[in-house]
């Protein structure tokens, strides 16, 4: 009895989704993410100096426990989808080598499971491609610690360089600037000071007072400060050369 075996025809493969190869506008970079946060000037400092319009941008956070420490917590808004990777841990509630997809809008602490802990640690990136498109956005929420109703929102546009809607002179940047800021680290920096604020620590809901948050936590002023300064440092250097005719 011979039997008959019908050929089982295979369906063409789809194409599939390829990150495209480099352009030759940026040079390849590497770094070691423990190397660059042992040295970080702020929470959430990029890792590379590239952050323009369609950029992926790694963003760096260290934080751990101590008898002192208090980190606070806030909301994050942005139209743009954030991936964390956890590089390491301890005590924490991200274990080490976990991916997480964080939604649009969502909480920020430190991850600790008790911040008073000096054996708690833990060490993230946070990463965004940037929008090529205009409307870019982002925004701090804080909510009161008694009733929870908002006390403070602060929007701002997160335009990159590049983006149709993109101003060189927002946050106080200028033209020839060499070094961007960080739309992040600049709105991030503003909330602080309107959350500290007797207005942005008064709840108009229940009148509760809200203790400040932690600026020393997150350092963000400290990195809106050293940007600057070396965009005029440049320009100082500049000048000083075209006066000794260089």
């Known amino acids: 009895m011979t ?21 030759g506008t940026k040079e390849p970079l590497k770094v070691s993410v423990y190397e660059r946060m042992a040295k970080a000037a702020a929470q959430l400092m990029p890792l590379f ?34 991936v964390a990777v956890t ?18 809008y969502h909480g920020v602490n430190s991850f600790l499971r008790d911040e008073k802990n000096p054996e708690a640690f833990v060490l993230v990136t946070v990463t965004q491609v940037q929008s090529t498109e205009a409307g870019q956005e982002e925004a701090m929420v804080a909510k ?9 929102r602060h929007a701002y546009s997160a335009a990159a360089e590049g983006a149709p809607d993109f101003d ?12 961007r800021q960080f739309s992040t680290m600049v709105g991030s920096a503003e909330f602080a000071v309107i959350r500290n604020s007797e207005e942005g620590r008064t709840c108009k809901n229940c009148g509760h007072v809200n203790p400040p948050h932690n600026i020393e936590a997150w350092r963000w002023a400290n990195m809106v400060g050293q940007t600057r300064v070396a965009n005029d440092a440049h320009r100082a250097l500049r000048a000083a050369a075209k006066e000794a005719n260089l």
């Not at 008959?4 to 190869?21: N, W």
């Not at 950029?55 to 994050?76: I, L």
């Not at 060189?168 to 070094?179: A, N």
Request: one cysteine or more; aromatic letters at 6%.
């Open 3 to 23: 039997e008959v075996v019908e050929a089982v025809r295979i369906p063409e493969l789809s194409a599939t989704r390829r990150i495209s190869g480099p352009t």
């Open 168 to 179: 060189p002179t927002q946050f106080g940047g200028k033209e020839d600037d060499v070094v």
């Open 144 to 152: 009161c610690q008694k009733c929870k109703k908002e006390i403070v």
């Open 49 to 82: 100096p590239y952050d323009d319009a369609g950029s992926v941008v790694p963003c760096g956070a260290v934080m751990w426990g101590g008898p002192d420490k208090s980190h606070g917590h806030f909301f994050h808004a942005n139209t743009v989808s954030e």
């Open 87 to 104: 590089y390491g841990s301890n005590e924490a509630m991200l274990d080490s080598g976990s991916i997480m997809a964080t939604q649009k």
